[in-house]
């Protein structure tokens, strides 16, 4: 692209000031050729923008998202709070149905919480209910499937809510709704062609085919991906040996203060029915013979469940959804081939154990969407390459841990700790994170940054959460003068912690928390990990990490 001509010009009315930049090329085509403008429209006063247009004759849009699911839903909401602008498909012609990925771990609520949709998925999901597992006497016993873990200033969410996925999708497209942005259904990609400056895809719909072209291209379209599948990418791994049975039905016969469990560690009569908060339904889980149909029907579920139970009082009324499928442990050999990249399910499939296959793909979808938009904004491209370097071993490990799951599973081993709240997850290697000097102790950059309760200095309550919420990066100074490390800039934001700060930690939280010292300096980045920690010797360096992250000084 020939050199770039910059033209600010200020706009006021009686109500708002905008500042509009208009980015052109020098050379302007008249013949037919590609006129190229980028505008972009902020508003000083709040130093936020307040739209931002990416319009060029040859992008119909930023971004495609092919998968209308969780991590597709996560990136459009990701991209819509930023302004970049997007189109969301689904080759479905509504919202998925099913309850499946019905567990929502803490980490995930954490990031919920800052995507503004937490407090909706608690009011319409609950906790899971206590394990009731049934003898062959008749009898029963109930146990804890979780560790109980009481909240701490830093962990506030430590259980696992129950949502049925529909309801979670819907809660995400709700949120969506407001950013201005909707998928849309019954729109199905039929092939793509990348360059170096964009992608041509192809589109099926209602009215015909069309051609769009894209900056890039995301496909967050399932375990059978067609994206994965178009750009050749392996999918290695493996087939566990379990075909199972998942399905959402209406019944009598079962109370709803339990998840009843049938014939603990038998693989041929195992059977689960938990019910689903928010709605009328349990789901229905069973291993099933590798071979054969099954019979989803009302009436063939009822003759399952009396099979396997012996009690002819639990009867189905009628099914929403059912699935039956086999498990797999597989994992992306790659998660981007040029201007194109792999999320969620497209990316890596395992079992459901543990309740970490929708919480690993809006997990992907969080961390891939701020940096597309920096890209698209401005930031260097070698900011993309950081996706997969982060979040292709975290599923790697998730791959790991839900297989042993299963194999407890099969014993009739149920209960979970922990390993699947996915809050000690983090990037510790990544080349996004940043310790000057080096660390023995405490939170390191990479990994996730704790909350804390903490004051204003105008005296009301507060918790980091609330500062890092949003689409801005966060420095923390503990003790030094707040603009001492860095010149403040779009897209940070400053805060110091001490008497005379204006954030004041009076219980010691975020002390004890991060482990921090006098003058140190801690960067969050948009996602809620720690991107840099550095002592008052090594301010210098938050220059140059944030130069690398699109937010360079402007002064």
């Not at 603009?483 to 954030?503: E, F, M, N, W």
Request: with cysteine.
């Amino acid at each position: 692209m020939n050199a770039i001509r910059s033209i600010m010009a200020p706009w006021s009315s009686r109500t708002f000031f905008f500042v509009i930049r208009v980015f052109c090329t020098n050379s302007l085509d008249v013949s037919g050729g590609a006129v190229i403008c980028i505008v972009h429209i902020s508003e000083p006063r709040s130093n936020k923008n307040r739209a931002e247009l990416a319009v060029e004759s040859n992008f119909s849009t930023d971004v495609l998202i092919v998968g209308a699911g969780a991590a597709g839903l996560t990136l459009a909401i990701e991209l819509a709070r930023r302004g970049v602008t997007f189109r969301l498909i689904d080759r479905l012609d509504g919202p998925f149905r099913g309850s499946r990925g019905k567990g929502i771990q803490p980490r995930s609520q954490e990031v919920f919480e800052d995507l503004g949709i937490l407090d909706r998925v608690v009011a319409i999901g609950g906790l899971y209910p206590p394990p009731r597992e049934y003898r062959d006497d008749g009898g029963y016993e109930e146990s804890q499937s979780m560790e109980p873990q009481d909240p701490t200033p830093g962990e506030p969410y430590r259980l696992a809510l129950l949502v049925p996925q529909f309801l979670t999708e819907a809660a995400m497209r709700e949120r969506l709704a407001e950013l201005g942005g909707y998928p849309e259904f019954g729109r199905e990609l039929k092939g793509f062609e990348q360059d170096r400056e964009g992608v041509n895809a192809r589109i099926a719909g209602p009215t015909g085919e069309e051609t769009v072209r894209v900056r890039y291209l995301v496909g967050a379209d399932g375990g059978r991906s067609v994206v994965r599948h178009a750009l050749a990418i392996g999918f290695p791994g493996k087939t566990l040996g379990v075909r199972a049975l998942v399905a959402d039905v209406v019944l009598d016969g079962l109370s709803r203060d339990a998840w009843h469990h049938f014939n603990k560690g038998s693989m041929e009569k195992q059977m689960s029915l938990c019910p689903l908060a928010g709605t009328d339904m349990f789901q229905l889980q069973a291993p099933i013979p590798l071979e054969g149909d099954v019979d989803l029907s009302a009436e063939g579920l009822t003759a399952m469940v009396a099979g396997r139970t012996g009690r002819g009082d639990i009867v189905i009324r009628s099914v929403s959804w059912a699935s039956a499928y086999t498990m797999n442990a597989r994992l992306a050999d790659r998660y981007r081939d040029g201007r194109v990249f792999l999320a969620g399910d497209a990316a890596h499939i395992h079992p459901p154990t543990g309740g970490q296959g929708l919480n690993t793909s809006v997990q992907d979808a969080y961390n891939l969407g701020w940096k597309l938009a920096a890209v698209v904004a401005g930031a260097p491209e070698a900011l993309l390459a950081t996706y997969e370097e982060e979040r292709r071993p975290i599923a790697a490990e998730t791959l790991g841990l839900t297989t042993k799951l299963l194999e407890a599973a099969k014993q009739g081993v149920m209960r979970r700790g922990r390993e699947v709240h996915q809050l000690d997850l983090g990037y510790p290697e990544s080349s996004l994170a940043l310790q000057k000097p080096k660390r023995s102790g405490g939170v390191r950059a990479g990994g996730r940054a704790p909350d804390a309760p903490v004051r204003g200095a105008a005296g009301m309550p507060t918790r980091l959460f609330k500062l890092f919420q949003g689409t801005h990066w966060t420095l923390l100074g503990y003790g030094p003068d707040r603009l001492s490390a860095v010149k403040p800039r779009p897209g940070l934001h400053i805060h110091a912690v001490g008497p005379q700060g204006d954030i004041v930690d009076e219980g010691g939280h975020l002390r004890a928390a991060y482990g921090v010292s006098l003058g140190d300096w801690v960067l969050v980045r948009p996602d809620g990990c720690i991107g840099a920690i550095v002592s008052s010797d090594h301010t210098p360096a938050l220059e140059a990490y944030l130069a690398s992250v699109g937010l360079p000084s402007r002064g």
